[in-house]
């Protein structure tokens, strides 16, 4: 069973599907953290309610940052977490996180990468800068995080149509419902050790 810690900021509709997906045994794996950003954020709610340990780390409370980020480090420890997914986290790890998890971290973005990522490329703009694009089809990608914004290997995208009349409201919320599927994969390939690394390529074995 691996031991995962989710990293949110706000709804937490992804964590939610990650916790149905553990509680079902679809994922075999168990969420032992859920670590905000925020305090107050409905996440923690929804942690809460599956009973499990929730932890703020406001960078706004930290004079130094490298304290704040050697403080999750530790929890990160002593939990003997084996991942940590992204769902929807506002802030970047730092590179020591990073360094010392690599290729355990998993990101949710709400495009198809490399459109619409990197700097600046969070929440609503995403959406809005598809629409302002005229793209007609973006989507969703689970990917691991490197030390770049948005740029590590590939786990898995789907595509979701744009349609006429779209708002970035209406459209955010079609991707989501896509991200609810597509994290909860992820994931379960993660923990069932089925996702193979050559490079930046990524490669999934034994698929059903
Ligand atoms: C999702 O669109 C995710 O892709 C992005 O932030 C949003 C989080 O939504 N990184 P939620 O908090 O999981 O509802």
């Known amino acids: 069973m691996k031991r995962i810690a989710v ?13 149905e997906g553990c509680e ?18 409905y996440a923690l709610e929804r942690a809460k309610n599956y009973n499990v340990p ?9 004079a130094d940052l490298d304290l704040m980020y050697k403080e999750i480090s530790s929890l990160l420890k002593k939990q ?23 290729n ?18 969070y929440g609503l703009k995403v959406h809005q800068a598809v629409l302002s694009y005229g793209c007609k089809v973006t989507g969703a990608t689970v990917h691991f995080v490197d030390e770049g914004t948005d740029t590590g290997a590939i786990i898995l995208q789907q595509a979701v149509n744009v349609e006429q009349g779209d708002t970035a409201e209406v459209l955010q919320k079609r991707v989501l419902i896509t991200e609810h599927k ?3 994969q992820a994931v379960k390939l993660f923990c069932d050790g089925n996702i193979k690394l050559c490079g930046r390529l990524t490669q999934i074995i034994n698929q059903e």
């Open 7 to 19: 990293f949110v900021s706000g709804g937490g509709s992804n964590l939610q599907a990650l916790l």
């Open 80 to 102: 003997s977490i084996d991942l940590i997914v992204l769902a929807g986290y506002m802030s970047i790890l730092n590179a020591d996180i990073v360094k010392q998890y690599a």
């Open 182 to 184: 597509l994290l909860p």
């Open 24 to 41: 079902s045994g679809y994922i075999k794996g168990k969420i032992t953290a859920v670590i905000s950003s925020k305090q107050g954020v």
């Open 54 to 62: 929730c932890y703020v780390f406001d960078k706004n409370k930290y």
């Open 104 to 121: 355990r971290i998993i990101n949710i973005h709400p495009s198809l990468i490399p459109s619409f990522c990197g700097k600046g490329y």
